[in-house]
C-alpha cells in the first residue's frame, strides 16, 4: 500500500518510520526538505510538493505543528487541494475543530475524502505504534486506513462528524497541561519546604493519582532536563485552542487559564522548544513580588 506523509517532525519522522518498518511503501514530504533524507534511508520516496505525494498516493497523512501549518499545506500553491479529486487526506495534526472543518469542506469541494485523526502519545510512543487515534470524518477512509492506524497506535476511536476528533484531543490535553502544572508546583513546594522531591514521586506513584505523565517526565525535571518529546510551544498552541473551545461552550476554565499563563511565560523565557515539562522552570524561578 502506497501512502504520502506530510510533515517529519518530532512526531510525523518516528510515524513514517513506523509505516515503512511495517512494509507500506511511503512517499514523503517536509517544508525542510532535507528531513527527508532520512527517510529515505529506511526506503521511503520523496515527493516535491504537498501536490505531488497526493496526486502518488491514494491516500496522504499529514502531521504538522499547528492550525497555520495545517492550512497552509492544504490551500498554499502546490498544495493537497491539486490533485485530492478521488484521494483521501488524513490530518492527524493537533488543530482545533474550525481549522479542521475549513480543511474537510475544501478537500470534499474537490471530489476528495477527509479524516482528521489527532493523537493522544508523544515521540516514544509513536515510535512503538502505540499512539491513541481520535478519528472523526469520513468512516470509509477511515475504514482505509485502519491497517496503517493498526500500526501507528494501539486504539483508533471513530468519532463521528469532523470536529469531534479535535475536541476531544483538545480537552485529553487541556487535562494534561493543568496536570503539569499543579505537578511542576507540587515539586517546587516539596523541595522548598525542605522535602526530598525524589520521595515525593515514590509517595505519588503508589497513591490515587499515580499516572504516566508524573512517572516518565518526574525524573528528568527532577534533573532539569527537558529534551523535547512534546514541545511546549505545542502544548501552549493546544491550551490556547482549548480555552477557545470553553468560550464556545461559555465552561469556565480557570485552572487551564492559569496553566495557559505558564506555559506563555515559559515561551516568553525562550522555553517553547524544549518539553513541555520545562513549565516547571517558571515555578523554581525566584518570585520577585514577595
Ligand atoms: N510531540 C508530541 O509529543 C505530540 C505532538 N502532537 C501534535 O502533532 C503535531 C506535530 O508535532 P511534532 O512532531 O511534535 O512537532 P515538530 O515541531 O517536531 O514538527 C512540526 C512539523 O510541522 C512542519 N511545519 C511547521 N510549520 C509549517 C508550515 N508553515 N508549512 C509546512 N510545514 C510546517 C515542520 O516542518 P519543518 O521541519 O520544515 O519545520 C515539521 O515537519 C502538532 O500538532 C502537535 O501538537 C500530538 C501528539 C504528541
Ligand atoms: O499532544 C501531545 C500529547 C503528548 C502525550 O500524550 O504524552
Redesign the pocket.
Known sequence: MEVGFL??????KAMATNLLRHGFKVTVW???LS?CEELVQHGASIGETPATVVKKCKYTIA????P??AL??VFDKDGVLDHINGKGYVDM??VDADTSSKISEAIKAKGGYFLEA??S???KPAEDGQLVILAAGDKALYDEALPAFDILGKKSFFLGDVGNGAKMKLVVNMIMGSMMNAFSEGLTLAERSGLNPATLLDVLDLGAISNGMFKLKGPTMLQNSYSP???LK?QQ??MRLALALGDENAVSMPIAAAANEAFKKARSLGLGDLDFSAVHETYKAPDRSS
Do not use: E, Q, Y
Not at 510533515?7 to 510525523?12: D, F, N, S, T
Not at 502531521?63 to 499547528?66: A, K, Q
Open positions: 510533515g517529519l517532525g518530532i512526531m510525523g517536509n517544508r525542510t528531513k502531521m504538522l505543528s499547528d497555520s501549518a497552509s499545506v495534526s493537533t489527532p493523537v502519545g508523544s515521540k518529546a512534546f514541545p505545542h498552541k493546544d
